[in-house]
């Protein structure tokens, strides 16, 4: 990295940027890898229920691809020891020797002068107030190293992943809405991909000539990512032609972003564009080594594009998510039932939670962003605690605890479901 920008990047961009860069340089894709496993990439803090954005994301699903980790679950170093057994009481955790952590970083807001530190959502009521405020604060940035389960001995066991990937069907409704929402225009023709500022339209070989149907998806995604960057959408230079920089740094935003989107809607795992961009490598190396900022402004490009794209198909992310509703309400059937074998909960319990099945399935579907069996499981537990002790019954185990159980996001779950 230039050493006159090395003060200016945080360890978690210095690594991510060295990552990148040596991965280009061997000539693959450094972000194709975390991507062919959601565990991985979408990184989350279990005792936290911290689920990692951005460049931290990024550097967490890269690092753990790198070393053939399966496991999606990170966690800080005082979580890890819990001296006050405030995070997994009466069980005790260690770190295995030689394991590494891992830079992620926070960004807050520092009063100039002060040693007061503010999230940006105070940041931004204060100015809402008073907009001359600005110049009386400064970003600041705190690092923390964060490590991988697989690297903790005494952690609760990975559970088998569960891949509900979107269908062919499901796909098509997405790009469609897509368009139709955005007014970009679609047309197949020749045997060339590319999104067309000028028209204002995605130009795509018939779907016949793709290897599959989901390598169609994926390229119509790219090209969508694309067209994002009109003047009517979110406005970036789009007037690169191919071997430009500006060309190479376009290529790279929508590169990411249709990582970002193939992970969020758990594409087929066999659909990709990666082979077909791998001409702009040597482009974005040199680009890169000018000036590392350029990676993370894409980065920051590429999650506000597929913000942007997942949001312009509501009705198509709703179907999906009824789908995924419904393999939720399954896995709270198969759980109510084995609870009740096993005599965990008794047969008044068992039979008012089978009446709220579809409804318990809802429910953690909207809090759940992962898919591991783990997460599922976490959240029926603290579901059904939430709901037997709101409906008058008895649970073995103190729901006095329940605010401290790894399932936060439901503390109001009961007015969903009662």
Same mark, same amino acid.
């Given at each position: 990295?230039?050493?006159?920008?090395?003060?200016?990047?945080?360890?978690?961009?210095?690594?991510?940027?060295?990552m990148? /860069?040596?991965?280009?340089?061997?000539?693959?894709?450094?972000?194709?890898?975390?991507w062919?496993? +959601? =565990?991985?990439?979408?990184?989350?803090?279990?005792?936290?229920?911290?689920?990692?954005? %951005?460049? =931290?994301?990024m550097?967490?699903?890269? $690092?753990a #691809?790198?070393?053939n980790?399966?496991? %999606?679950?990170?966690?800080?170093?005082?979580?890890?020891?819990?001296?006050?057994?405030?995070y997994?009481?009466?069980?005790?955790?260690?770190?295995?020797?030689g394991s590494?952590?891992?830079?992620?970083?926070?960004w807050?807001?520092?009063? *100039?002068?002060?040693?007061?530190?503010? =999230?940006f #959502?105070?940041y931004?009521?204060?100015? @809402?107030?008073?907009? @001359?405020? !600005?110049?009386?604060y400064?970003?600041y940035?705190?690092?923390f190293?964060?490590y991988?389960?697989?690297?903790?001995?005494?952690?609760?066991?990975?559970?088998?992943?569960?891949?509900?990937?979107?269908?062919i069907?499901?796909?098509?409704?997405?790009?469609?809405?897509?368009?139709?929402?955005? %007014?970009? %225009? /679609?047309?197949? &023709?020749? @045997?060339?991909?590319?999104?067309s500022?000028s028209?204002d339209? $995605?130009?795509?070989?018939?779907?016949g000539k793709? &290897?599959?149907?989901?390598?169609?998806?994926?390229?119509?995604?790219?090209?969508?990512?694309?067209?994002?960057?009109?003047? #009517?959408?979110?406005k970036?230079?789009? +007037?690169?032609?191919f071997?430009?920089?500006?060309?190479a740094k376009?290529?790279?935003?929508?590169?990411?972003?249709?990582?970002?989107i193939f992970?969020?809607?758990?594409?087929p795992?066999?659909?990709?564009?990666? @082979? =077909?961009?791998?001409?702009? $490598?040597?482009?974005?190396?040199?680009?890169?080594?000018?000036d590392?900022?350029v990676?993370f402004a894409?980065?920051?490009?590429a999650? !506000?594009?597929?913000?942007?794209?997942?949001?312009?198909?509501?009705?198509?992310?709703?179907?999906?998510?009824?789908?995924h509703t419904?393999?939720c309400?399954?896995?709270?059937?198969?759980?109510?039932?084995?609870d009740f074998?096993?005599?965990?909960?008794?047969?008044?319990?068992?039979?008012?939670?089978?009446r709220?099945?579809?409804q318990?399935?809802?429910t953690?579907q909207?809090? *759940?962003?992962?898919?591991?069996?783990?997460?599922?499981?976490? !959240?029926?537990?603290?579901?059904?605690?939430?709901?037997?002790a709101?409906?008058?019954?008895?649970?073995?185990? +103190?729901? !006095?605890?329940?605010?401290? /159980?790894?399932?936060?996001p /439901?503390?109001?779950?009961?007015?969903m479901?009662?």
């Amino acid at each position: 990295m230039p050493k006159e920008q090395n003060k200016l990047i945080t360890k978690t961009r210095e690594q991510l940027y060295e990552m990148y /860069l040596q991965s280009l340089k061997d000539n693959e894709m450094p972000w194709e890898k975390p991507w062919k496993s +959601s =565990n991985v990439f979408n990184p989350v803090n279990p005792i936290s229920t911290v689920h990692y954005h %951005g460049i =931290n994301r990024m550097l967490l699903g890269i $690092i753990a #691809s790198n070393r053939n980790i399966e496991d %999606g679950r990170w966690a800080t170093f005082n979580q890890i020891a819990d001296k006050s057994e405030k995070y997994h009481p009466g069980k005790k955790w260690t770190l295995k020797k030689g394991s590494k952590g891992v830079p992620i970083e926070l960004w807050k807001v520092r009063k *100039i002068g002060t040693k007061e530190l503010i =999230n940006f #959502s105070e940041y931004r009521k204060i100015l @809402d107030k008073d907009p @001359d405020q !600005a110049k009386n604060y400064t970003l600041y940035s705190q690092t923390f190293y964060v490590y991988n389960y697989a690297d903790i001995d005494g952690v609760p066991a990975m559970k088998k992943e569960v891949t509900n990937t979107v269908s062919i069907p499901e796909l098509e409704a997405f790009c469609d809405e897509v368009l139709k929402n955005t %007014g970009v %225009g /679609l047309e197949h &023709k020749g @045997d060339q991909a590319y999104y067309s500022p000028s028209e204002d339209r $995605i130009v795509l070989p018939e779907i016949g000539k793709f &290897k599959t149907a989901g390598d169609y998806y994926a390229t119509r995604l790219h090209e969508t990512a694309h067209s994002t960057g009109a003047e #009517s959408r979110l406005k970036r230079d789009l +007037s690169g032609s191919f071997g430009s920089e500006s060309y190479a740094k376009e290529e790279l935003r929508a590169e990411i972003a249709s990582s970002l989107i193939f992970a969020d809607l758990k594409m087929p795992t066999d659909a990709s564009t990666l @082979d =077909n961009h791998k001409a702009y $490598i040597q482009n974005w190396i040199s680009v890169l080594e000018k000036d590392p900022n350029v990676l993370f402004a894409a980065i920051k490009d590429a999650e !506000a594009i597929s913000d942007y794209v997942l949001s312009h198909a509501p009705m198509a992310l709703k179907e999906i998510k009824k789908q995924h509703t419904s393999e939720c309400a399954e896995y709270v059937k198969k759980s109510v039932k084995d609870d009740f074998e096993h005599e965990r909960i008794s047969e008044k319990e068992y039979r008012y939670l089978t009446r709220h099945i579809d409804q318990m399935g809802d429910t953690m579907q909207n809090h *759940i962003k992962g898919n591991t069996t783990e997460e599922k499981h976490e !959240a029926y537990e603290g579901l059904k605690k939430i709901m037997l002790a709101e409906a008058g019954f008895l649970v073995a185990e +103190s729901i !006095a605890r329940t605010d401290e /159980l790894q399932i936060n996001p /439901l503390s109001n779950a009961q007015t969903m479901v009662l």
